[in-house]
């Protein structure tokens, strides 16, 4: 049995004539790169791990640019899921995000090959209230009630388990500046990850930098931004693959 996973995450794909962000102009031509990449490596599924979008001249036009880049997600012959990023909501409400991407929810698990995966939505803010139109500050984001209640019962069953987030549940405590890419609640949600024990790593995007620490037995891993890069890289397009007994990052054990 072995699953095929791609990972991409923080895009900030930016227009031409839109300010742009490192490498955000390049970042496009990147990402079909990377799924290319991921169709010759076989991948089951990918998962975006969200910031796919720089602001655009207004909503409209970022409404478009993130449908143009949906579609192209589609042309490659696996599907791609989409954990929401901050940047998505910052000029797309929440509606228009949900029309995007045809659904009425942005958490939510599937299985496959009797392996978990759970895309988590960390775009809320202290209230509640689910990020939209730039009503948030990117440093205060949580998982709310009603999630981690769902997330509790899907964890009551036990199967292997692995998880996909956009703000973080694991940061480096002796980085001054991670603190501010943590959800709120990372504490709780790892506590409840750690007592089922049956998850085992989780990718998180935001960070933009690759990083990788075991806490309390569970993997976390961040999935560097090609924003960063100044060519496009492999790695910033990672495959995972699932193994009998753990997974490999890149055709390798990480440790
Ligand atoms: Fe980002």
């Known amino acids: 049995m072995s699953i095929r996973f791609g990972l991409?995450?923080?895009?900030h794909s930016s227009l031409p004539h839109a300010p742009q962000r490192g490498s955000s102009a390049r970042t496009l031509e990147d990402l079909k790169e990377g799924l290319s990449r991921f169709a010759r490596e076989g991948v089951d599924f990918a998962v975006s791990l969200g910031d796919n979008l720089q602001p655009a001249s207004d909503a409209a036009e970022q409404f478009e640019q993130f449908r143009s880049m949906i579609r192209l997600w589609c042309g490659y012959g696996f599907p791609v899921h989409a954990v929401m990023g901050n940047h998505e909501f910052s000029q797309l409400s929440h509606a228009q995000v949900l029309e995007l991407f045809q659904t009425?929810?942005?958490y939510y698990s599937f299985t496959l090959g009797g392996v978990r995966f759970v895309l988590l939505?960390?775009?809320y803010n202290p209230d509640g209230g689910h990020f939209s139109e730039d009503n948030f500050d990117w440093r205060y984001g949580i998982v709310p009630e009603a999630e981690l209640a769902w997330l509790r019962e899907l964890l009551g069953e036990k199967r292997r388990t692995f998880v996909f987030t956009h703000g973080n549940l694991?940061?480096?405590k002796d980085d001054p500046y991670a603190a501010w890419y943590r959800i709120l609640n990372c504490e709780e949600i790892r506590a409840l990850l750690e007592a089922s024990g049956c998850?085992?790593?989780?990718?998180q995007g935001h960070h933009h930098?690759?990083?990788d620490a075991v806490c309390g037995g569970i993997r976390y891993v961040n999935v560097p931004s090609p924003e960063r890069s100044p060519v496009y890289t492999e790695s910033d397009f990672p495959v995972?693959?699932?193994t009998e007994d753990g997974f490999l990052y890149e055709g390798r054990r990480l440790s």
Do not use: I, K, Q, W
């Open 8 to 11: 991409f995450s923080d895009l």
């Open 199 to 203: 998850v085992e790593a989780v990718f």
């Open 121 to 123: 939505d960390t775009c």
């Open 240 to 242: 995972v693959t699932v």
């Open 170 to 172: 694991y940061f480096d």
């Open 104 to 106: 009425d929810r942005t």
């Open 209 to 211: 930098t690759f990083a």
